[in-house]
């Protein structure tokens, strides 16, 4: 059994659109899971992570959140939505920086209470152009094989994708294995995106650790450059760039989602997604 409760996830991102022309790609990639009161442990205990300082491997506050503090900022995060994480974990499923390098398309928080109950996810999404932003759902509609949730798009983030998009956010609980994946429909609910990450866990250590940096060799770098290659193909196969507005005036879109069963979440139409009516930063 291993001595932490955050640990690594070997596994394998898919990326599909459906419109207007199709395009799929497929890669290995490793996330961490960290466990953020864990952070100060982890870097005390192994030799090649480090919390906010260089190392061949390392977590730093600010690649998240607001720049501050990652639990304060959730937490505050948290009040906002009428929600309260006091008390429970926070984990965050992330790329660590990899030699100084980190670029996350998209992190995911999930933040439980003193009772060890699932409270909420935030969705933290990060653009090429420096811009980042985050969604904050309650993790009210739970079904038997996880977590599903839906909002409207907020955030500009691929230059070939039009803003009037929703997203619906499938995800299992992080145990032996983990599944996220994310769908983007048009308002009519006919499909445009589809990305998935599924992956197997293994402990946190240091040999891990290397073992990580051999089977994904320059990771995070490589996360960057997949992305302008595939945006070179795209062009190529007749895409054109969509204009980039403005990012929303705060960083932050708390979605008010109504109370609901597994079964009624099933049975919901894409088209009949439910609205974000409150944004707070």
Same mark, same amino acid.
């Given at each position: 059994m291993s001595q @932490?409760?955050?640990c690594l996830y070997f596994g394998e991102v898919v990326h599909q659109r459906?419109?207007?022309?199709?395009?799929? =790609? +497929?890669?290995?990639?490793?996330?961490?899971?960290?466990?953020?009161?864990?952070?100060?442990?982890?870097?005390?205990?192994?030799?090649? @992570?480090?919390?906010?300082r260089t190392n061949l491997f390392a977590?730093?506050?600010?690649?998240?959140?607001?720049?501050?503090? =990652? +639990?304060?900022?959730?937490?505050?995060?948290?009040r906002q939505a009428g929600l309260s994480v006091e008390g429970g974990r926070i984990v965050v499923l992330c790329m660590p920086r990899v030699l100084g390098f980190v670029f996350n398309p998209v992190s995911i928080f999930y933040c439980y209470d003193g009772q060890a109950g699932l409270v909420a996810l935030i969705y933290e999404v990060n653009n090429t152009f420096g811009q980042r932003h985050s969604y904050v759902i309650a993790a009210e509609s739970r079904a038997r094989d996880g977590v599903?949730?839906?909002?409207?798009?907020?955030?500009?983030?691929?230059?070939?994708?039009d803003m009037d998009m929703n997203y619906d956010f499938r995800l299992t609980l992080p145990e032996a294995t983990l599944a996220t994946t994310i769908k983007g429909n048009d308002p009519d609910g006919a499909p445009l995106i589809f990305a998935s990450f599924a992956g197997v866990r293994?402990?946190?250590?240091?040999?891990?650790?290397?073992?990580a940096l051999v089977r994904y060799p320059l990771l995070t770098v490589g996360v960057v450059a997949a992305i302008h290659w595939e945006a070179v193909k795209l062009f190529a196969k007749g895409l054109r760039l969509r204009p980039r507005p403005s990012p929303p005036a705060v960083a932050v879109t708390i979605v008010q989602t109504p109370r609901a069963t597994a079964e009624e979440f099933a049975r919901v139409n894409p088209s009949g997604l439910h609205k974000m009516d409150k944004q707070s930063a």
């Open positions: @932490f409760a955050s459906f419109s207007p022309r199709r395009h799929r =790609l +497929r890669y290995r990639v490793f996330q961490g899971l960290f466990d953020l009161d864990e952070l100060p442990d982890l870097e005390r205990k192994l030799r090649f @992570f480090s919390h906010n977590f730093h506050d600010s690649d998240h959140g607001d720049g501050g503090t =990652l +639990r304060a900022y959730v937490e505050n995060l948290m599903r949730q839906r909002c409207e798009k907020a955030f500009y983030v691929s230059p070939f994708m293994r402990e946190l250590s240091d040999m891990s650790l290397l073992c």
